[in-house]
């Protein structure tokens, strides 16, 4: 009887236990979540990677991921992707506060397989203060001085393959602009511009390319692998010209890797900037090969889908050109100056740039435990500001889905365009980025009529940046003879 009573009174104290702890877990884990973004962590471990996975690999591209979910859960949620945790934010005041950094808080953080295939001293992933070191060397490359070369160069490449283009004739616009960035960059970082090495250069860059996104599985028949593999082939080139031009092979030639070499700096003598190792040359010389190829090959194409599907804007464009080529400034290829009177062209692209939202989103990490829109953010969480979605903000831009080149500058706010970022990680590209569209959406228009194949948006899968899939192809149906090609 006593055994019994002492039975029944023991599991009343171990049920009343459990409850006691149960209640007292529930209080817990509810304060530890009180200001937490929203969101679902998935899995334990993968959480939602499968999902990101899938996304990547549907036509409407990575960004469905994102934009499903701030669909569900507003401007600020967490999620987590290949074991950690990543917060989307979609705010021009966080953009602010996080990209212009001005507290120190945040660095840059990509994901593992870009990190390992541009490589650990190259711009894109360096932190903090070796960052600053580097682009501090690497801006001085990006001079007005150098910028007016290059518009001229990139002209006399568009001119070039622009000529090959014969009525009638079935063009990809994403490939051909995507050939040209190539050969531009290649030109203008290591004057690689002709034959077998050009077109080595252009598929290894691809190979890098396609495997940014890929799961960082080092087996030889996985996408990373191969890119991985294409990073090494492109390494042993760049290693290959920079000992060739040290024993005194091709030091005549103007670009930026003789720059990077020399030693005759005023900046570098003053101690103003540093010298780049030979790694951290070849990383960075990689970086912007990549950074400066499909970028601005996507960027055109949506830009001349955007100026097709717009003729009013065609018109207005054509109009301005007519009037830069009546003034005549006397040089057969664009200058700086050229392109500088265009200001519709420069609205048109910073309108194409805004609606495409080619970097969808850049992505930092907190270097410490903080407060972003009244959410509480851990060290070491991936906070990713949503660029795409403050571009189509319609707080900020009315009817942000048309296209309107005359929003500008009216609409222009700050922080609030995003294309290439802002504060200490801004592209370092973006003039020259902005010149090349100038140039190719002037010698298109003024050259061409088309008629557009296919005009389907869908986004091809494993893109990094919202890449057509269709390439936009489209049909010559008249060209101008370039012989009476006016001088401007
Ligand atoms: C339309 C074309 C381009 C777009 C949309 C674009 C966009 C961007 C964006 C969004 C970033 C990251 C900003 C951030 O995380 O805050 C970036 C970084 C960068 N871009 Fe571009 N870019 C373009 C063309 C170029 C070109 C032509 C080059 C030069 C060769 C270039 C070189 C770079 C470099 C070196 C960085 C790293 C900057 C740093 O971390 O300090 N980009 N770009």
Not at 78 to 94: A, N, P, Q, R
Not at 181 to 209: F, N, P, R, T, Y
Request: proline share 3%.
């Amino acid at each position: 009887m006593i055994s019994q009573l002492c039975y029944y009174v023991g599991v009343f104290l171990v049920v009343l236990s459990c409850l006691k702890f149960q209640t007292f877990w529930r209080k817990n884990n509810k304060s530890s979540s009180v200001g937490i973004p929203p969101g679902n962590r998935g899995l334990p471990f993968i959480g939602e990677t499968l999902h990101f996975m899938a996304a990547i690999n549907s036509s409407k591209g990575v960004y469905e991921f994102v934009r499903i979910r701030r669909l569900r859960y507003g401007n600020c949620f967490k999620t987590k992707l290949f074991g950690e945790t990543h917060v989307f934010i979609s705010s021009k005041e966080s953009a602010k506060l996080i990209l212009r950094n001005e507290g120190g808080k945040f660095s840059k953080k990509y994901i593992k397989s870009i990190s390992e295939l541009v490589g650990p001293d190259s711009l894109l992933c360096a932190a903090q203060q070796h960052h600053k070191l580097i682009r501090a060397r690497l801006f001085s490359l990006f001079s007005t001085h150098s910028l007016s070369s290059f518009v001229i160069l990139f002209d006399q490449l568009v001119i070039e393959a622009t000529t090959s283009w014969k009525c009638g004739s079935l063009l990809i616009i994403q490939d051909e602009a995507l050939k040209l960035a190539c050969k531009a960059m290649c030109k203008m970082l290591v004057s690689i511009e002709s034959g077998h090495e050009l077109l080595m250069m252009q598929k290894d860059v691809a190979q890098v390319s396609e495997a940014m996104l890929a799961f960082p599985l080092r087996l030889p028949w996985t996408r990373f692998y191969k890119g991985l593999q294409a990073r090494k082939r492109i390494m042993d080139i760049l290693e290959k010209e920079i000992s060739d031009r040290r024993r005194g092979i091709a030091t005549s030639r103007v670009d930026f890797l003789q720059q990077l070499l020399a030693n005759e700096d005023d900046k570098l003598e003053k101690g103003e900037i540093t010298r780049l190792t030979d790694k951290e040359i070849k990383d960075n010389i990689l970086t912007m090969i990549i950074a400066g190829q499909d970028t601005i090959a996507i960027a055109m194409t949506w830009m001349i889908k955007f100026v097709d599907e717009n003729q009013e804007v065609l018109n207005e464009l054509r109009k301005e050109q007519l009037q830069i080529e009546k003034k005549g400034g006397g040089s057969v290829y664009l200058t700086l100056e050229a392109l500088s009177e265009m200001q519709y062209g420069s609205m048109v692209v910073k309108e194409a740039l805004r609606m495409a939202s080619v970097v969808q989103w850049l992505p930092r990490v907190a270097l410490e435990d903080c407060e972003i829109e009244g959410f509480k953010m851990k060290k070491g969480w991936n906070i990713n500001i949503d660029a795409r979605s403050i571009h189509h903000d319609p707080t900020i831009h009315s009817d942000p889905d048309v296209f309107n080149p005359s929003r500008f500058p009216s609409e222009s706010k700050p922080n609030s365009f995003l294309a290439f970022g802002i504060g200490g990680r801004m592209c370092l590209g973006k003039n020259m980025a902005k010149a090349m569209m100038l140039v190719f959406l002037y010698r298109v228009i003024s050259s061409f009529k088309w008629k557009v194949i296919d005009s389907d948006s869908s986004i091809q899968k494993l893109a990094l940046f919202t890449k057509l899939k269709s390439g936009y192809p489209i049909r010559l149906i008249s060209v101008k003879d370039y012989t009476d090609k006016k001088t401007v």
